[in-house]
């Protein structure tokens, strides 16, 4: 029961947005309906649907959700700092500098937390880390190394010890 709670509430901001449909005629007269505007078609009719009649959620569940966000907030605003007793690691799976990272970080057997920023927690906790403009990003007890390099890796752990 709780897992199903979760899962709605995490499918319900998804749910909550207006949504807009176009109903476009191209020039060869075929009809196309899509939720983005039309590029050279004209617009025949366009359909918003929002405000839809919809059941309140008891308060039980805001109470829930409330403390959820809360209990995340706090644990990505810990990661963002890099205070924790391990690494934080910002990553991607395309990126060839993050597997470079993490190939370094097992073979010292440092253990470390991985936030994938493609990922909506990611995103958020690499966000709150604050600004950087590439990955990966190790942060560790108020330490920070953007990209990937082993004698900047050596000498955080260095300092850090």
């Known amino acids: 029961m709780r897992k199903l709670l979760v899962l709605a509430l995490a499918l319900a901001p998804a749910l909550l947005h207006a949504d807009t449909i176009y109903k476009s005629v191209g020039p060869d007269g075929r009809i196309t309906y899509s939720q983005k505007p039309p590029a050279e078609d004209r617009v025949e009719k366009t359909f918003s649907y929002e405000n839809l009649p919809a059941t309140p959620l008891p308060d039980s569940v805001l109470r829930y959700r409330d403390d959820l966000q809360k209990s995340m907030d706090k644990r990505l605003a810990a990661a963002a700092r890099g205070g924790g007793p391990s690494p934080v690691l910002f990553t991607a799976v395309w990126c060839g500098y993050c597997r470079q990272a993490k190939a370094y970080l097992a073979a010292k057997g440092i253990a470390y937390r991985e936030y994938d ?37 050596d000498s955080l752990f260095a300092r850090a010890n």
């Open 117 to 153: 920023i493609e990922t909506p927690d990611g995103m958020r906790a690499f966000a709150q880390a604050g600004a950087a403009r590439g990955i990966p990003v190790l942060l560790w007890k108020g330490q920070r190394v953007q990209g990937f390099s082993r004698p900047a890796y």
